[in-house]
């Protein structure tokens, strides 16, 4: 009996082992950081609802890349919003924040994804502090939003840099950016 209840909490652990493994931590960004999607009526946007989607086509149908188009021309996420493709959508989104300069419209970007990597092209513009760098789910978007931070917030603590991974000396960087901005070169 004794070796049936230890098999069992054995069991019971890697179970909660795993399942802890598999589940990402999820933040929802603050609506402020985020592009809010309107409903468009330009006619030409009508008119791209007339070509026909193909699913299959790779790497976009030519109604997403109509959208695409569109987007670019009046400077639109809403627009962007109306491609399938999943990837071309990011693409859009992505293209429009760096021809805008809104990091909002990052906010509409898989966060899975290049989400992370658009924000950072933005950060000393954006209202946050180094606590938004926890919104970043992918752990290298994570760890460059936090050394990219070093640099410009003053007073940061050193420990934030512990959890920074020393991938390409990243926390490093981040330990002498806190430094330089501290002027405490010999700490």
């Known amino acids: 009996m004794k070796k049936y209840n230890f098999f069992l909490i054995l069991v019971s652990i890697f179970l909660v082992f795993i399942s802890g493994c598999a589940s990402q931590k999820q933040f929802e960004l603050p609506s402020e950081l985020i592009f809010p999607i309107e409903e468009i009526s330009l006619l030409e946007v009508k008119n791209c609802e007339n070509v026909i989607h193909d699913p299959e086509a790779m790497p976009f149908s030519k109604r997403?890349?109509?959208?695409?188009?569109?987007?670019?021309?009046?400077?639109?996420?809403?627009?962007?919003?109306?491609?399938?493709?999943?990837?071309?959508?990011?693409?859009?989104?992505?293209?429009?924040?760096?021809r805008t300069g809104d990091y909002r419209v990052c906010g509409q970007i898989d966060p899975d994804g290049k989400?992370?990597?658009?924000?950072?092209?933005?950060?000393?513009?954006?209202?946050?502090?180094?606590?938004?760098?926890?919104?970043?789910?992918?752990?290298?978007?994570?760890?460059?939003?936090?050394?990219?931070?070093?640099?410009?917030?003053?007073?940061?603590?050193?420990?934030?840099?512990?959890?920074?991974?020393?991938?390409?000396?990243?926390?490093?960087t981040c330990y002498k950016s806190i430094a330089l901005n501290k002027n405490d070169l010999e700490g």
Do not use: W
Request: hydrophobic letters at 35%; charged letters at 30%.
């Open 64 to 98: 997403d890349l109509c959208y695409y188009q569109l987007a670019m021309k009046y400077e639109n996420p809403s627009i962007c919003a109306k491609i399938k493709s999943e990837t071309f959508d990011d693409d859009c989104f992505e293209v429009l924040a760096e």
């Open 115 to 172: 989400m992370g990597l658009c924000y950072l092209e933005f950060l000393e513009k954006m209202p946050v502090g180094i606590e938004f760098c926890e919104y970043l789910t992918y752990p290298t978007h994570r760890d460059s939003c936090i050394t990219k931070m070093a640099v410009f917030i003053p007073d940061l603590d050193y420990d934030i840099c512990d959890d920074v991974d020393e991938f390409l000396g990243m926390r490093n």
